[in-house]
């Protein structure tokens, strides 16, 4: 046995571990809106009491607190590939380029609704904005 198989092996035991912890922090709060979904359709549990979970609304039906994951997660995603790591003239230029990109993919969804044609449209916008930037350097 050489020196570095227990350092593998304990490497592949954290990967798994990690894999399980992250797999467990997904499928745990989705498990639990489930059931206290069902319980609530079911007239079971304690979806019903006041001053439970599932009492006011569905968590995940609609109103419920789950429906404003997406948009969550889409607005953080947005919000930090769009906003500089660092500030200064670089910065502002590369900013500019975003916001001319988001401003051409608002307006090809407002006007078509298309989502492949606002993607198409978006990219497009950002590599010719970029290119503009890189020009003007």
Known sequence: ????????????????????????????PLLAA????G??????GFAGRPGSAGASADAAGPGGRLELV???VMAALLVSSVLPARWG?????QLAAHLVALAVSW?????????GLTVLAGMAAAWAARAVVMALR
């Not at 319980?39 to 079971?44: C, I, Q, V």
């Not at 003239?89 to 230029?93: D, H, I, N, R, V």
């Open 1 to 28: 046995m050489s020196p570095q198989e227990p350092v593998r092996a304990w490497l592949a035991a954290v990967v798994a571990a990690v894999g399980l912890g992250t797999y467990l922090a997904r499928a745990l």
């Open 34 to 37: 489930l059931r206290r979904r």
């Open 39 to 44: 319980a609530a359709a079911s007239g079971e």
């Open 70 to 72: 997406a948009p969550s």
């Open 89 to 93: 003239p670089e910065a502002l230029a």
């Open 107 to 115: 307006a090809v969804a407002r006007l078509r609704g298309h989502l």
